[in-house]
């Protein structure tokens, strides 16, 4: 008797808020869609930004020799060789001393064309060209890709 109870009690709560599980579940539905289509509105004003590539460095040579990447690519030199190395661009970037299998990265923002060497094996040349990122949504003033840049400004406002 009790347990006829609590069934009549739990269709008459359904009876008097008027949902119906069928219903539930499609609201329910509608509101997983509606996020879904949000999520993808929102990734697609995300700016594209090139991918990131390698370049070896093996038997006295970097490889590829020329690499032509997209604002905001991460490079990532991995030593191949069984002798040290390191990878320098002046006024650029300068890695430590990588070791047979040791690595190092460097994320290039700005474009234009980056000469490379190994400092401890002169010969040893490569090039970074890095071409601006397209399909991507303009920065504001003042930002960048990696955030906030500070902006020297004269008296009157203005960037000098």
């Known amino acids: 008797m009790a347990e006829r109870e609590q069934t009549l009690s739990r269709h008459t709560t359904h009876a008097v808020t008027g949902f119906s599980t069928s219903m ?3 609201k329910a539905l509608k509101n997983f869609v509606a996020a879904g289509a949000a999520a993808l509105l929102l ?9 990131d590539a390698a370049v070896k460095i093996g038997n006295f040579t ?3 020799q020329e690499l032509k990447v997209k604002a905001g690519a991460t490079i990532t030199w991995t ?10 661009s002046p006024n650029n970037f300068r890695s430590k001393v990588l070791d047979t299998e040791g690595t190092y990265s460097f994320t290039f923002i700005t474009p234009g064309t980056y000469k490379y060497f190994c400092s ?16 991507s949504i ?15 400004r004269t008296s009157n406002g203005d960037p000098e």
């Open 24 to 26: 539930i579940k499609t």
């Open 43 to 51: 990734l697609a004003a995300t700016p594209v930004w090139a991918a």
């Open 62 to 64: 970097f490889g590829p």
């Open 79 to 88: 030593n191949e060789d069984d002798i040290p190395h390191t990878v320098v």
């Open 120 to 135: 401890l094996h002169p010969h040893m040349t490569g090039t970074i060209v890095v071409e601006a990122a397209t399909g």
């Open 138 to 152: 303009a920065q504001p003033q003042g930002m960048s890709a990696i955030g906030p840049q500070l902006l020297n």
